[in-house]
């Protein structure tokens, strides 16, 4: 079966009702996690980003607390998904400072991880890849932003 197109999927769906929608809606969330948390950030979280945010980091303040330190093999495989888990986050939020403040705090936990992440060339790649990312998205925010976010980029850095 051949997926159909965003456009086409939105033309079909201007065409039926508040009540078949919502039955789409729910039978979407019994087929995936990543719907599921789509749908719950949306629903209940969009409209308070700062404590969305703060969740998040909590998530992954406990994620780097749980990696097994005993290779710089598993630390490298446990942070690579936790990375992935706080892209994840970011997709469902879209918002460039949202993506900015989340991919910062990860940053500064992978700095402060010990054993230190210098002694890893693929951890070291994976935070200079890290950072370079975030300088991209921090040259098309807001001034005020671009000053707050670079005092806390520099932070990290130095």
């Known amino acids: 079966m051949k997926a159909a197109s965003v456009s086409e999927i939105k033309k079909e769906l201007n065409t039926h009702s508040q009540k078949e929608l919502l039955e789409i809606c729910l039978r979407l969330s019994k087929f995936k ?31 780097f607390k749980l990696i097994n330190t005993s290779s710089y093999y598993f630390i490298k495989k446990s942070t690579r998904k936790i990375l992935r888990n706080t892209k994840k986050y970011i997709r469902y939020s ?3 400072e949202t993506e900015v403040d989340l991919l910062i705090y990860f940053c500064a936990q992978l700095k402060n991880m010990n054993p230190p992440m210098e002694r890893s060339t693929a951890l070291h790649n994976i935070f200079l890849r890290q950072i370079e990312s975030i300088k991209k998205t921090i040259s098309t925010l807001h001034e005020d932003l671009q000053y707050d976010f670079g005092a806390e980029l520099h932070e990290i850095t130095k």
């Open 33 to 63: 996690k990543e719907n599921k948390e789509l749908l719950t950030y949306l629903l209940y979280e969009a409209s308070d980003e700062s404590s969305y945010i703060s969740g998040v980091k909590e998530e992954i303040t406990e994620q």
């Open 94 to 96: 879209k918002k460039k």
